[in-house]
């Protein structure tokens, strides 16, 4: 079977960019005419937003699934809709994997022994898409909890090639509050928590590079990104931040290795609704989403080929 | 518009007792008439066992709800069973508040900016329980991603009548991990998280007792219990560890105000698999386990009022 981390190197070589495309399907940013025709199709309004929320991931999957290795479904956009939108979620996985992608599902989940079992068995398929409900490959994780939190998700990861990112540096304003409470020797939260996730992915298998227990380190924070590199020389990074949080190819270089390996940037709502932006609204407009999405996708990969080490993938 | 704080001190006052059923549908754990009947409704497995899940819950709610102020769905559990389990999480949830019960779903939900407040709309239904489609009164909450991921929450409180519960000092062995990081002046990272909870109760509402943002604090650490329940004058606790896990009445009883308000207690597996318990299994067995239940919930209470102040609220 294979590992997490081997089939995301493959993936990401294939494609050679390390760009992730999340799917953020936000109601009131949707073009117009895919909730019209789902308003049509369902009198229930649960149903009708889970509908378009479907049709928008799909047909942005069919954008993205020959430029990029990995999307990443956020859930909570879903579970906003209750059991519809859970549908809607599980069937946005299982397309994205039938597309040749790696899924990522952000959840940010985390709990003690059997109940992290439960959501480990929820969201981590790992190289058989039909081994979970939500067929993920990966899963985003909360630390809080402790570190035996984190082993029943590394168990899973392990026995069926699936992969999970525990949450270190978040790219929020305030996410310092907490992560960078500092002990007397002057060790941070987040850097505690990166030394375990560190000890994890070298455990996690047998592997002399990137191991399958991943870190996510915001792009708003380059200087604490590049030192967490160097602290976590096993660990593969998801970044978000990129994009419409601020953040610039320039900020996440320092996320690579020479290969241009070890790291993987997301950009969410700069993709998904790249047809409102000032860059693109004018040449595509909203009926030209999709156009605009492939160019704001194609732009980042060129962004991201230019200014960081992963412009080595495309030699 | 009631807050989630005057009702849930209406709700503990009525039954007298702050003893809280924790809801968590095991599937090898469930009595097997229950199994059975459902895997001959449902040739799928995930709807049979959403559908067992979903009986065993509702037949539980009707043994606590004459006995008790609230329930605590595990998430988890549902959404092992995929889109199925989340439509039996919706209804368990709905049905409980139907029988006149707080619901506090436990789903240890954190993400930031907009996509915690899809969150927030997904569970945080607050009075009116047709608010969300996971229509509970309350949600428990990760701080891990900063105070400024707490907001949204909070706003949503405000708005509903609803209340969160943040998790500050968890129950399993490994909490201390990140949970005791300690700065400088010797503060703890649970306790600089207890601060922030305490600020955001006060101002949660107008009121002179407890706000509706309330803090998760294991039984199992009883000598940090009583110095949080201090430190969080305004911060009703939701406390598990108690029963299964290993605390006892004694160990929660400085979490109580002379009132025997300020906490709700929870028991899950102690109550929902008495009926495999030493204590019970004899007496009643499987067959009658929802007499097991029945007596495992009024020790619990009768435990709570002869060694904690809640015994004041039987007077």
């Known amino acids: ?20 495309v999340g799917l953020d399907p936000r109601w009131d940013q949707l073009p117009s ?10 009198d229930d309004p649960a149903a009708a937003m ?7 991931c799909v047909r942005l999957i069919d954008v993205v699934a020959p430029l990029v290795p990995a999307i990443k479904p956020q859930a909570a956009f879903f579970e906003e809709l209750g059991p519809d939108g859970s549908v809607a979620l599980a069937r946005v996985i299982r397309y994205g994997r039938s597309q040749g992608l790696m899924v990522i599902c952000d959840a940010k989940r985390g709990d003690i022994g059997t109940t992290a079992e439960a959501y480990a068995r929820a969201y981590l398929a790992g190289e058989d898409p039909h081994a979970a409900p939500y067929g993920a490959d990966a899963l985003t994780v909360s630390p809080y909890l402790g570190d035996d939190t984190l082993a029943p998700f590394v168990k899973l990861c392990d026995e069926r090639g699936a992969g999970i990112y525990v949450l270190v540096r978040t790219s929020n304003p305030g996410s310092g509050s907490f992560q960078n409470h500092t002990d007397a020797t002057g060790l941070k939260l987040y850097e505690g928590v990166a030394d375990v996730v560190e000890k994890l992915s070298i455990h996690s298998e047998n592997s002399t590079s990137y191991g399958s227990i991943g870190a996510v380190v915001g792009a708003t924070y380059p200087r604490e990104l590049g030192e967490l590199r160097q602290r976590m020389p096993h660990v593969p990074l998801l970044i978000p931040g990129y994009g419409a949080q601020g953040g610039n190819a320039g900020d996440v270089a320092a996320a690579f290795d020479a290969e241009g390996l070890g790291a993987i940037v997301n950009s969410s709502r700069g993709i998904n609704f790249a047809f409102r932006s000032p860059a693109y609204a004018e040449t ?24 960081t080490p992963a412009g080595r993938l495309q030699d």
Chains 1, 2 share one sequence.
């Open 1 to 20: 079977m294979a590992s997490f981390s081997a089939r995301l190197d493959h993936a990401i070589r294939s494609k050679k960019t390390p760009a992730l």
């Open 33 to 42: 005419k895919i909730k019209a025709s789902a308003r049509e199709m369902y």
């Open 50 to 56: 889970a509908a378009a929320f479907e049709e928008f």
């Open 284 to 307: 595509f407009g909203e009926k030209q989403w999709e156009a605009a999405a492939e160019a704001a996708t194609k732009a980042m990969i060129a962004d991201l080929a230019a200014n």
